[in-house]
């Protein structure tokens, strides 16, 4: 079965850090480029960061750059998103997805509040 699993997501007050967790099943991980999205309440859903199928190429929305950071562990099927220094504006639910195959997950909910 095809199927993509976040975590990692939940409360963190405003300056604080999470890690995201995308486990993968069911395709060959290693030939798909994974991405991160996003997706606040009133607003449509945006691409946060990218990595390619090795790892070397990643890239970044402006808006998290320099404070997200994306990585991927073959090994493990899992691709991670690293979020430092968050705002309330990144409040949202966050997805992964995998390109080409284009599966997605059922997403994890990022809140940050004082």
């Known amino acids: 079965q095809v199927q993509l699993v976040e975590s990692g997501g939940g409360l963190v007050q405003p300056g604080g850090s999470l890690r995201l967790s995308c486990a993968a099943s069911?395709?060959?991980?290693?030939?798909?480029?994974m991405r991160w999205y996003r997706q606040a309440p009133g607003k449509e859903r945006e691409l946060v960061a990218a990595?390619?199928?090795?790892?070397?190429?990643?890239n970044y929305a402006d808006s998290v750059k320099g404070r997200f950071t994306i990585s991927r562990d073959n090994a493990k099927n899992t691709v991670y998103l690293q979020m430092n220094s968050l705002k309330p504006e990144d409040t949202a639910v966050y997805y992964c997805?995998?390109?080409?195959?284009?599966?997605w997950g059922q997403g994890t909910q990022v809140t940050v509040s004082s």
């Open positions: 990595i390619g199928s090795a790892g070397y190429s990643t």
């Open positions: 069911g395709f060959t991980f290693n030939t798909n480029t």
């Open positions: 997805n995998a390109f080409p195959i284009n599966t």
